[in-house]
């Protein structure tokens, strides 16, 4: 059993491919029994209309709209339960995130069974993404490849943050994309030191400017996430040691990526070419899971070492960031396979 609400539903649509928009009221839950079909009970069906509702995005077959109130939910969860006759244990996906009305609704109206946390079987399952998923990811890269091609070709003295960023717009919705993710952010010179910062109309480039590109887009609700660095000119002497130390440490770090190698180990291999140059302590340089969120898993975390595995997704993110410069930044989404991996997003890490 999942419950989720506009806001967080990539568990939703990962079960049903129904799409519900963060800013959508009400919530679905989608019920999966060993001998049943899935179920989707939704109440974000807009005034009961489907044409307001996105519910031609799912792929089940049997899809319950219910209303806003969690007693509605609630009753058809029970209707369903009392028909399939599930063992006395129910699994429930984010379990700890389940609206307090609706758990303590759900446990009274389930007396006979015992509602339990999933014990993370739906994020391993999603970590390891399928054929079909990487098909689609590679489909992904190549439109963020685009929007960041054409991104990084209006970079030139006098044009603005904003046109370079419309350009990225323009670049991924014309091959493809369904949506921006979080739009594309551009900083110039120092600005670009804040690095996740909105473009800027009256920001226009200068003469050897140094210029940070992040950018992300959607398909089939799946999100890429890619970053460059483009110097209108010539970069002094400092920033051109910078962009060649973050693209042997993109380089060191992917050199590591393969099944078997701890995934903190190829943090710390970017890591360890940064600090070499005497970067270290502007470095910043991180990786994490991506699919239909952002941020999944493998995390990265140094204190909890996960084991890559083919299949796995995740951004490699090599960044150097000196307050007073800017942002050197190169950003790739990759897939791991049975002897090591494939880039998504083969874009020039060139910046001049």
């Known amino acids: 059993m999942i419950w989720e609400e506009g806001a967080n539903g990539s568990?939703?649509?990962?079960?049903?491919?129904?799409?519900?928009?963060?800013?959508?009221?009400?919530?679905?839950?989608?019920?999966?029994?060993?001998?049943?079909d899935p179920v989707l009970v939704t109440s974000?069906?807009?005034?009961?209309?489907?044409?307001?509702?996105?519910?031609?995005?799912?792929?089940?077959?049997?899809?319950?709209?219910?209303?806003?109130?969690?007693?509605?939910?609630?009753?058809?969860?029970?209707?369903?339960?009392?028909?399939?006759?599930?063992?006395?244990?129910?699994?429930?996906?984010?379990?700890?995130?389940l609206p307090y009305a609706l758990r303590t609704g759900l446990v009274a109206a389930l007396e006979d069974h015992r509602l339990v946390?999933?014990?993370?079987?739906?994020?391993?399952?999603?970590?390891?993404?399928?054929?079909?998923?990487?098909?689609?990811?590679?489909?992904?890269?190549?439109?963020?490849?685009?929007?960041?091609?054409?991104?990084?070709?209006?970079?030139?003295?006098?044009?603005?943050e904003s046109e370079v960023a419309a350009a990225a717009h323009s670049g991924c919705m014309a091959a493809g994309a369904e949506q921006m993710t979080f739009g594309c952010f551009v900083g110039a010179g120092k600005r670009g030191a804040l690095k996740n910062i909105a473009p800027r109309p009256d920001r226009r480039i200068t003469d050897n400017d140094l210029v940070v590109i992040d950018l992300g887009c959607k398909l089939g609700g799946y999100q890429s996430d890619m970053s460059r660095n483009v110097?209108?000119?010539?970069?002094?002497?400092?920033?051109?040691?910078?962009?060649e130390t973050c693209q042997r440490a993109l380089a060191a770090g992917k050199a590591m990526i393969r099944p078997g190698v701890a995934d903190r180990d190829i943090v710390a291999a970017m890591r360890e070419c940064i600090g070499a140059a005497g970067f270290g302590q502007?470095?910043?340089?991180?990786?994490?899971?991506?699919?239909?969120?952002?941020?999944?898993?493998?995390?990265?975390?140094a204190s909890e070492?996960?084991?890559?595995?083919?299949?796995?997704?995740?951004?490699?993110?090599?960044?150097?960031?000196?307050?007073?410069?800017?942002?050197?930044c190169i950003e790739d989404m990759i897939v791991v396979t049975d002897d090591g991996f494939e880039n998504m997003t083969p874009v020039s890490v060139e910046a001049w």
Not at 46 to 68: C, F, K, Y
Not at 234 to 242: E, G, H, V
Request: glycine share 10%; proline share 7%; net charge negative.
């Open 305 to 328: 070492p996960t084991i890559i595995e083919a299949g796995m997704c995740f951004y490699i993110e090599p960044m150097i960031i000196p307050p007073q410069i800017g942002a050197i």
């Open 117 to 160: 946390d999933d014990g993370g079987l739906m994020q391993r399952q999603r970590t390891i993404k399928s054929p079909a998923e990487i098909s689609l990811l590679r489909r992904l890269g190549r439109i963020t490849a685009a929007g960041m091609e054409a991104a990084m070709a209006t970079v030139a003295p006098g044009a603005t």
């Open 11 to 36: 568990n939703v649509r990962y079960l049903s491919g129904f799409y519900m928009p963060p800013t959508w009221i009400g919530g679905s839950l989608v019920l999966v029994g060993r001998d049943h």
């Open 44 to 97: 974000a069906v807009a005034h009961g209309e489907p044409m307001h509702s996105n519910i031609q995005t799912t792929w089940l077959r049997d899809v319950r709209a219910v209303g806003l109130d969690y007693a509605e939910v609630i009753a058809a969860v029970a209707d369903l339960a009392a028909a399939w006759q599930p063992k006395r244990r129910i699994g429930v996906a984010g379990f700890d995130r």
């Open 231 to 243: 110097v209108a000119g010539r970069p002094a002497t400092d920033i051109a040691s910078m962009i």
């Open 282 to 301: 502007w470095d910043w340089s991180i990786c994490h899971g991506y699919g239909l969120d952002l941020v999944e898993t493998p995390t990265f975390a």
